[in-house]
Each structure stands twice: as C-alpha cells, then as structure tokens.
Nanobody, 120 residues
Framework: QVQLVESGGGLVQPGGSLRLSCAAS????????MGWYRQAPGKERELVADITSGGSTTYIDSVKGRFTVSRDNAKNTIYLQMNSLKPEDTAVYYC??????????????WGQGTLVTVSS
C-alpha cells in the first residue's frame, strides 16, 4: 500500500505565505509523478502544479510567479511554496502521486487534503 500525508495548511492573511508538504510512504518502488490539486467550495478540483521525477513542472496560470512546486525524490516528498496568497486561493489542497510498487504494479493515490484559508 502507498499513502500520502499532507501538512502545512492553515489560515493566512492576503499577501502572506504558506508551505505545503506531502510525503509518500509504503511499498514504493518509484514515483513518476506528483502534483498538487485544489478544490474550492462549489467548484471542481483543479490541478495547481505538478512535477515529474525529472523535475519538469507545470502550473496553472493563476499561480504562476507566486507558487513554486519542488520535490525531494530521496524522501518521496513534494512541496508547494505559496507566496502572495489571495482570497481566491482558498481551497482544500490535495496531493496526488503516481508510480510503481515493489511488485511493479502501478498506483495512483491521493492525500487526505489540507485546508488553506486566505482571509483578513
């Protein structure tokens, strides 16, 4: 089994910063993809940023220049540094990972979600 544990959410004022972390554990042989998604009340879940094992990244337009995704392959951990936060960034943030288990079966797992609230 593979599990993701997220941390780092909370309440922050507009213009502030937060750093999210997501650590994968379990019977992991390799992780090819990790990403951060978010879901605001009444809206669909959307991709925020992702990163491959080789370090290639993508971002949605609304967070470019403000958010930075990074990854520690040795720790199977992905981070999301969020700066200049805006009220519209308020959402539950989910981590996603895809890869292979020790038995070389593919997996895709989601974290439990962490709430980010941007408000004065």
């Amino acid at each position: 089994q593979v599990q993701l544990v997220e941390s780092g959410g909370g309440l922050v004022q507009p213009g502030g910063s937060l750093r999210l972390s997501c650590a994968a554990s379990g019977t992991i042989s390799s992780i090819s993809y990790m990403g951060w998604y978010r879901q605001a009340p009444g809206k669909e879940r959307e991709l925020v940023a992702d990163i491959t094992s080789g370090g290639s990244t993508t971002y949605i337009d609304s967070v470019k220049g403000r958010f930075t995704v990074s990854r520690d392959n040795a720790k199977n951990t992905i981070y999301l540094q969020m700066n200049s936060l805006k009220p519209e960034d308020t959402a539950v943030y989910y981590c996603n990972a895809k890869g292979l288990t020790w038995s070389y079966r593919s997996f895709e797992v989601w974290g439990q979600g962490t709430l980010v609230t941007v408000s004065s």
